[in-house]
C-alpha cells in the first residue's frame, strides 16, 4: 500500500514517513521544501534502510500535483502540508488560508480526479480556541482564534462537506495537541526557522547556548503555579497514531475526529524542571508578561482515540526532554 505524504520533509511528517516505512508502508513525499530540508528524508531513508520517492512540488501547483499521481499508484494520502506559525498568520492571513485552504482543495481535486478518497489531515487543538473546560473532547465548541486555526478549521469544514457529498470519501481529522520531542536516534527532529515560537524548542536551544534564557509568558495564569499548563506529545507517540487511523479508515470507513494528547497538562515550570533534572542543563528563565493570545490551560480527552484506535501516547516527559535534548545536541544547526 503507497501512501502520498504532503509536508513529509518537515517535523512530524519525516517522523511519519519513518514509522510508515517500518510498518511496511510504501512512502512517497510531496513538500515544497518551504520549511523543511529534503536531509530530513535522507536520514529517515537511513534509518530504515529503505527508500521513498520524494517529489518536490507545491500543493499550489495543481498540474505537477496532478503528474505525482500519474506517475505513482497512489492508495492513500496523509496531509500536512501547511503554514503553522500563528503570529505569522496574523500578519499574512491571506497566504495562510492560500496556501492551507487552496492546497487541500487542489489535493482533494487531483485524489478524486485519481479516484484516491482516504485522507488523514492534520488539524490541531487550536480549533478549540480557549476551551471553557478542560480536558477538551472532540465535541466541545470549535473557536479558532487566529487565521492559522480558522484556516484548520475550514479545511475541516471543506472534508466534513466533501464526506457528505460524495459517497466514498474516507477522512481522519486528527487535532494534535502539542507535538514535542524527536527520534531516539537524535538524527531527525524539529528545524524550526529562526527563534522558536514553541516552549520545548525554545528551552533545547537556551541548553545548547544559541539562546541566552527563556522568556516565561506569565506567571498570574489560574493555574497551580501560575504558568500556562499545555498537552506536549511525543511525536514518535503521534505518527504512530497516523498508522492507527490508516488503519481504522480502512476497517471502519466514514469520517472521524480525534484528539491526539497525551492526556494529562504540564506547566511551563514542570517542563523546565522537567528538562533540567533529565538532561542534567540548566535553563536560565525570567518571568515577563503574558504573550497575547495565550490561553491558561489546555489538554486533551484522549479516550475517544483509547477506544476506536486503540492508540495512546506511551513516552511520557522525561523521554519527550531526554530525546528532544540528544536532537539539539547532536544537530546544534538543525539540518544544516
Ligand atoms: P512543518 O512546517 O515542519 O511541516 C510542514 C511541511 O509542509 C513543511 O515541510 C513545508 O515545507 C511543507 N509545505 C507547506 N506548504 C506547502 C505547500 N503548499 N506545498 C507543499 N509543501 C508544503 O510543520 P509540522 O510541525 O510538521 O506540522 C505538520 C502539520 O501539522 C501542519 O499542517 C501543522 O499545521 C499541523 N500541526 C502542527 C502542530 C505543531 O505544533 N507542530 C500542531 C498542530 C497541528
Ligand atoms: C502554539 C500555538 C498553537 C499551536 C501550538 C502547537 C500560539 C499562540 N499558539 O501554542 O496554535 O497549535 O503552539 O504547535 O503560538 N511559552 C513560554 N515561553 C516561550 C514559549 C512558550 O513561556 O518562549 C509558554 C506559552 O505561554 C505556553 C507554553 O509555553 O504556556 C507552550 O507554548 P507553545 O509551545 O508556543 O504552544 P501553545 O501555546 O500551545
Given at each position: 500500500?503507497?501512501?502520498?505524504v ?16 517500518d ?5 512517497a513525499?510531496v513538500?515544497?521544501?518551504s520549511n523543511?530540508?529534503?536531509e530530513?528524508l ?5 534509518l ?6 520524494f517529489?518536490?512540488?507545491d500543493?499550489l501547483?495543481?498540474r505537477?500535483l496532478?503528474?505525482?499521481f500519474?506517475?505513482s499508484?497512489?492508495?492513500?494520502v ?11 498568520s ?5 497566504r495562510?488560508?492560500?496556501?492551507n ?9 487531483v485524489?478524486?480526479d485519481?479516484?484516491v ?7 490541531s487543538?487550536?480549533?478549540y ?5 478542560v ?5 466541545s465548541?470549535?473557536s479558532?482564534?487566529?487565521p492559522?486555526g480558522?484556516?484548520?478549521?475550514m ?7 466533501l464526506?457528505?457529498?460524495?459517497a466514498?470519501?474516507?477522512i481522519a481529522?486528527l487535532?494534535?495537541?502539542n507535538p514535542?520531542g524527536a527520534?531516539?536516534s537524535?538524527l531527525?527532529g ?15 536551544q537556551?541548553?545548547?547556548g544559541?539562546?541566552s534564557e527563556?522568556s516565561?509568558f506569565?506567571?498570574?495564569y489560574?493555574?497551580?503555579?501560575g504558568t500556562g499548563?499545555?498537552?506536549?506529545i511525543?511525536?514518535v ?5 497516523h ?5 481504522i479508515l ?5 469520517i472521524?475526529?480525534y ?6 497538562g ?8 522537567g528538562?533540567e533534572?533529565?538532561?542534567g542543563?540548566k ?5 515577563v508578561?503574558r504573550?497575547?493570545g495565550?490561553?491558561?490551560s489546555?489538554?486533551?480527552d ?5 477506544r ?5 501516547s506511551e513516552?511520557g516527559i ?9 536532537w ?9
Open positions: 500500500m503507497k501512501i502520498l504532503t509536508g513529509g520533509a518537515g517535523y512530524i511528517g519525516s517522523h511519519t514517513c519513518l514509522a510508515l516505512l510498518a511496511g508502508y510504501e512512502v513525499v513538500d515544497n521544501l523543511s530540508k529534503e530530513s535522507k536520514r529517515v531513508q537511513g530504515t534502510g529503505k527508500t521513498l520517492e517529489h518536490k512540488v500543493l501547483d495543481k505537477s496532478n503528474a505525482v500519474e506517475k499508484s497512489i492508495d492513500a496523509i496531509h500536512f502540508a501547511g503554514l503553522k506559525a500563528v503570529g505569522e496574523v500578519s499574512i492571513p491571506l495562510y488560508y492560500h496556501n485552504v487552496t492546497g487541500t482543495l487542489n489535493l482533494c481535486d485524489m478524486g485519481h479516484d478518497r482516504t485522507m488523514v489531515f492534520s488539524s487543538a487550536t480549533v480556541g480557549d476551551p471553557q473546560t480536558p477538551i473532547k472532540e465535541d465548541p470549535l479558532p482564534a487566529n492559522y480558522r484556516s484548520k478549521l479545511i475541516e469544514e471543506i472534508l466534513q462537506d464526506h457528505r457529498s460524495e466514498g470519501w474516507n481529522l487535532r494534535y495537541f514535542v527520534h531516539s537524535g531527525i524539529e528545524d524550526p526557522n529562526g527563534v522558536p515560537n514553541n516552549l520545548l524548542p525554545f528551552i533545547t537556551v541548553a545548547v544559541k539562546l527563556l516565561i506569565g506567571n498570574d489560574p493555574t497551580p503555579d499548563i499545555r498537552d506536549y511525543h511525536v507517540d503521534l505518527a504512530l497514531g498508522i492507527k487511523a490508516l488503519r480502512a476497517s471502519n470507513p466514514g472521524v475526529v484528539n491526539l494528547g497525551a492526556g494529562r504540564y506547566s511551563v515550570l514542570e517542563m523546565v524542571s528538562f533534572k533529565t538532561t542543563q535553563i536560565h528563565s525570567k518571568i508578561a504573550r497575547p495565550d490561553i491558561a489546555c489538554y486533551a484522549v479516550s475517544r482515540a483509547q476506536e484506535l486503540g492508540w495512546s513516552r522525561d523521554e519527550i526532554c531526554a530525546d528532544a535534548w540528544r539539539q545536541s547532536k544537530n546544534p544547526d538543525g539540518y544544516e
